[in-house]
């Protein structure tokens, strides 16, 4: 059973930093592209930034860059995301996803990761 659990969430100041972790089991995704997404209430989910599978190659959403980095280790099979500067905007629950049918790229685009992990609350207050 593929699975991605997303871990380093919680309560936070502005101006603060979290570091998330995705840790995956059941499939090998050093050869996939992995990214990162948010959802706040009443709000669709976004994309906030994407790795692909060597690592070289990233985005990020607007708000993020410069203050957002992701990162992988395909030994451990984890992908990261350190969170600095911290805004109250920046407020939602933060999902993991891989892409397995992108031939390992790094996509922007939500409709191609087919594997999700549950999420991870992060509140920032002010």
């Known amino acids: 059973q593929v699975q991605l659990v997303e871990s380093g969430g919680g309560l936070v100041q502005a101006g603060g930093s979290l570091r998330l972790s995705c840790a995956a089991s059941?499939?090998?995704?050093?050869?996939?592209?992995m990214g990162w997404f948010r959802q706040a209430p009443g709000k669709e989910r976004e994309f906030v930034a994407a790795?692909?599978?060597?690592?070289?190659?990233?985005y990020y959403e607007d708000s993020a860059k410069g203050r957002f980095a992701i990162s992988r280790d395909n030994a451990k099979n984890t992908v990261s995301l350190q969170m600095n500067s911290l805004k109250p905007e920046d407020t939602a629950v933060y999902y993991c996803?891989?892409?397995?049918?992108?031939?390992?790229?790094?996509?922007?685009?939500?409709?191609?990761?087919?594997?999700w992990g549950q999420g991870t609350q992060v509140t920032v207050s002010s």
């Open positions: 790795i692909n599978w060597s690592g070289i190659i990233t």
């Open positions: 996803a891989a892409a397995t049918n992108r031939g390992g790229r790094a996509t922007t685009d939500r409709r191609e990761y087919n594997y």
């Open positions: 059941g499939r090998i995704f050093s050869r996939d592209g």
